[in-house]
């Protein structure tokens, strides 16, 4: 179970990973702080300093288009020296710049390396990621294993049928209306017409009415979505 | 008085919201929510629910280099409409956008346009804004309450000389180093030489050191910085 602590003042950061340790957490994830861009030593630097006072193992969030920042190769190699700091979640989707990332890291194989975007979770794990951190599990835990698997296996003919069923998912789920926030509003509206949660989002975002809930309610009937779980 | 209570939370702008009423500022100044990017009928539903719990009166603060996200025209025209909110801060810098806000809302006088970036403060207010937020004003409050006036007063001799100091202060405090808290570190740096606060900054960013500081010192000294006072 992996918290995420991201926000714009230190203090709170803090004060969240110790509510997560408070209530039996594995480890934190954070991203950089995103409202006043920070440099690369800066970033490096709180890290330092953050992880001083940190109550569990951290991850660092790679998430450029929500911070407008990316942990450069480097800092990133750099942070894995910091006790404490036991991988890294890239969301930037830049296969490239993961690829830097693990080339300077081939001496800690110890470092955990996992994915946001699930779609490329199969191309990441069959470069040697080791692992996806995948909104649609949420709804379909069994397809994204499987997932895994076959990637780990190298069972390109599994992964690639796997991956269509991924990006059906992505395509009729993820990108009803035109908000910046489909893919959330989407996924909270499968789970709840799936009964697994209700639907609520925080502020400022509401969930999908009842003409987008109808086109949810459908693309899961033509994912034949009882099949998946 | 202005107390910024922008924050990625819902509650903890309300929060910070309460604290400045209870210290008595006079207003407060929010941005669009600033991590996961929201849409313009989100934003706008946004300002209206927060408004409802406002313990005072509310400027909308147009800052897209760190939020991402600019408050539409329409947007701002409709906001305006929103009980409690007075005015807007716009630090676009983008002249043609603010001509289109402020041309959406001539039947609005009362509602106050103030400007972020100093650089830009006399073209603005000759232009029809009602002021500046200006950094700077911390070390040399008469220079930019004189280049306001000479705006005001469309003195275009008047406003030449004295923006130039203005972009003087820019050039030369606001830019020392390759960070992107250059700003930030060179006016704190610089108040701290003066004599007029220390240069504490909040995390992640740091005060300046020895060298650093020198090079602000001696910009102070080429500004003949005592004839500002």
Same mark, same amino acid.
């Given at each position: 179970?992996l918290v995420?602590?991201?926000?714009s003042?230190?203090?709170?950061?803090?004060?969240?990973?110790?509510?997560a340790?408070?209530? #039996?957490?594995?480890?934190?994830?954070?991203?950089?702080?995103?409202?006043f861009?920070?440099?690369?030593?800066?970033?490096?630097?709180?890290?330092k300093?953050?992880m001083?006072?940190?109550?569990?193992?951290?991850?660092i969030?790679?998430?450029?288009?929500?911070?407008?920042?990316?942990?450069?190769?480097?800092?990133?190699?750099?942070?894995?020296?910091?006790? @404490?700091?036991?991988g890294?979640?890239?969301?930037?989707?830049?296969?490239?710049y993961f690829?830097?990332?693990?080339?300077?890291?081939?001496?800690?194989?110890?470092?955990?390396?996992?994915? #946001?975007?699930?779609?490329?979770t199969?191309?990441?794990?069959?470069?040697?990621?080791?692992? @996806?951190?995948? @909104?649609?599990?949420n709804?379909?835990?069994?397809?994204?294993?499987?997932?895994?698997?076959?990637?780990?296996?190298?069972?390109?003919?599994?992964?690639i049928?796997?991956?269509?069923?991924?990006?059906?998912?992505?395509?009729? !789920?993820?990108n009803? #209306?035109k908000?910046?926030?489909?893919?959330?509003? @989407?996924?909270?509206?499968?789970?709840?017409?799936?009964g697994?949660?209700?639907?609520?989002?925080?502020e400022?975002?509401?969930?999908?009415?009842?003409?987008e809930?109808?086109i !949810?309610?459908?693309?899961?009937?033509?994912?034949?979505?009882?099949?998946?779980?």
């Open positions: 179970m995420g602590i991201s926000d003042a230190f203090t709170e950061s803090l004060n969240l990973a110790h509510k340790a408070q209530f #039996g957490a594995d480890a934190v994830v954070i991203t950089p702080p995103y409202y861009s920070s440099g690369q030593p800066e970033l490096l630097e709180y890290l300093r953050i001083v006072q940190m109550p569990l193992p951290l991850f969030y790679n998430m450029p288009v929500h911070t407008k920042v990316m942990f450069a190769p480097e800092t990133v190699r750099a942070a894995a020296e910091i006790p @404490g700091i036991i890294m979640k890239d969301s930037s989707a830049n296969l490239a690829n830097q990332v693990q080339y300077l890291l081939k001496h800690r194989p110890d470092f955990t390396f996992m994915v #946001g975007p699930e779609e490329i199969a191309e990441f794990v069959m470069m040697g990621g080791h692992g @996806g951190v995948n @909104g649609g599990a709804m379909f835990p069994k397809l994204y294993v499987d997932l895994y698997n076959a990637a780990v296996a190298h069972d390109m003919t599994k992964v049928a796997l991956r269509d069923k991924v990006l059906q998912i992505s395509t009729t !789920i993820y009803v #209306g908000f910046g926030s489909s893919y959330l509003k @989407g996924l909270k509206c499968a789970l709840s017409v799936m697994i949660c209700n639907d609520f989002m925080a400022p975002f509401h969930r999908f009415n009842e003409p809930r109808k !949810i309610q459908e693309a899961l009937e033509k994912l034949d979505y009882k099949s998946l779980l």
